[in-house]
């Protein structure tokens, strides 16, 4: 089936640094999607992007739909301890609006030290 | 409060057991899904729902059944033919997609764990 490679698989870093992690595919997408999941619990929707070179935020956060409709990425600004969790990105293929249908990246882990 | 209930939190499942899994939404969201997620990996989806008595098999379909008699609920059943039933299950739901090109976001329920004795 289709896939997105979605990386980095994890990251560990300082509390204040930024991260920045990324999804890219062969397809083309019309919508892009960002979530975060804690353990235990389901995805939460961080950000949906919906037209090629929309940059969005919220909050800390800013997220990109790549101008070849193939790519989406994430960035966190100055992140703190509660930021830790697994970040995934999402994409509705071209065509498939009419089912909703989603293809997931595999996530990025992110640990954020104190 | 509006949202996605799945329960219960966890699930154990004897060999040659079905089990059912509940998720209900007050969303009034016509379309419903279930996926699966093992570890290390995305979600998967097991089967989906745009309407109400209607429904059609996901990427990983085999072993496990489905129903959609009312809007707001679609219950997931792990059959004894799904061989490696161990997983977190999550159910979303999203409001129609229709024919226009409207890509509403899925929004989903805490998860089911789901293990074998």
Not at chain 1, 71 to 88: H, K, Q
Not at chain 2, 53 to 69: H, P
């Amino acid at each position: 089936g289709q896939q997105l490679n979605q990386s980095p698989q994890s990251m560990f870093i300082q509390e204040g640094e930024d991260v920045s992690m990324n999804c890219t595919s062969s397809s083309i997408f019309n919508t892009w999607l960002w979530y975060k999941q804690e353990p235990g619990e389901g995805p939460v929707l961080l950000i949906a992007l919906y037209k090629a070179g929309e940059l969005t935020s919220n909050g800390r956060l800013t997220a990109q739909f790549g101008i070849t409709r193939k790519d989406s990425f994430l960035n966190i600004s100055a992140s703190i301890p509660s930021d830790v969790g697994i970040y995934f990105c999402a994409g509705q293929l071209r065509g498939s609006s009419n089912t909703g249908k989603l293809i997931f990246g595999q996530g990025t882990t992110l640990q954020v030290k104190p | 409060d509006g949202g996605i209930t799945q329960s219960p939190k966890y699930l154990f499942r004897k060999e040659g057991q079905n089990v059912t899994l509940s998720c209900e939404q007050n969303l009034n969201h016509d379309a419903m899904y279930w996926y699966r997620q093992d570890p290390g990996q995305g979600l998967r989806l097991i089967y989906y729902s745009q309407i109400v008595n209607d429904f059609q098999k996901g990427d990983i379909a085999e072993g496990y059944s489905v129903s959609r008699e009312k809007k707001e609920s679609f219950p997931l059943t792990v059959t004894s033919a799904q061989k490696n039933p161990t997983a977190f299950y999550l159910c979303a739901s999203s409001i129609s997609q229709g024919r226009r090109n409207s890509n509403q976001p899925q929004h989903f329920g805490d998860g089911t764990r789901l293990s074998i004795l």
